[in-house]
Antibody, heavy 117, light 107 residues
């Protein structure tokens, strides 16, 4: 059974940093590109980052480019999102996902990040 | 970046009615279009991928179609469990982009 379990969220002050993790199981993690997608409270879905299966390519939404870094450790079946210079508008539920938009699409349950003074 | 214009923003329909939601892509994305359903407090669930392919476990009353750069999701006979918010997603190129969502309610 595919599982994606996010962790590392919480309440932080503007300007601070946070690192999210997503532990994968039930599939060959090292074979899949992985995504981070977020959803602000009562708002729509926003794709924010993609990393290829071998970390050879990374893509970001303009809203997070230069502040967020996606990475992975295939030996640990873990995806990361390092978030710096956090702003109130980064407050959202953060989902990790595999195979986004394809037949092998799967999302985690999400982790909440709240940026507030 | 590719823009996805989704309509309507909200929709109220009767049980057993046919419902259609559309997304217009700002450029050619081929069949790289997916549809999701999201219920309150839950992660989005894939309904359609490749513009027209039904995801595993999704009822056959859901279907997807494409006409050029316009994509449609049709629910052939609306059921009470279909209430939620629907999103399209273009997966043709990064940055991937979602439509703004359609909130579906029962009349």
């Amino acid at each position: 059974e595919v599982q994606l379990v996010e962790s590392g969220g919480g309440l932080v002050k503007p300007g601070s940093s946070l690192k999210l993790s997503c532990v994968a199981s039930g599939f060959t993690f090292s074979s899949y590109g992985m995504h981070w997608i977020r959803q602000a409270p009562k708002k729509g879905l926003e794709w924010i980052a993609l990393i290829y299966y071998d970390s050879s390519n990374k893509y970001y939404a303009d809203s997070v480019k230069g502040r967020f870094t996606i990475s992975r450790d295939n030996s640990k079946n873990t995806l990361y999102l390092e978030m710096n210079s956090l702003r109130s508008e980064d407050t959202a539920m953060y989902y990790c996902a595999k195979g986004t938009g394809s037949a092998e699409d799967y999302w985690g349950q999400g982790v909440m990040v709240t940026v507030s003074s | 970046d590719i823009q996805m214009t989704q309509s309507p923003a909200s929709l109220s329909a009767s049980l057993e009615e046919i419902v259609t939601i559309t997304c217009q892509a700002s450029q050619d994305i081929g069949n790289w279009l997916a549809w999701y359903q999201q219920k309150p407090g839950k992660s989005p669930q894939l309904l359609i991928y490749g513009a027209t392919s039904l995801a595993d476990g999704v009822p056959s009353r859901f279907s997807g179609s494409r006409s050029g750069t316009q994509y449609s999701l049709k629910i052939s006979r609306l059921q009470v469990e279909d209430i939620g918010i629907y999103y399209c997603l273009q997966a043709y190129s990064a940055p991937l982009t979602f439509g703004s969502g359609t909130k579906l309610e029962i009349k």
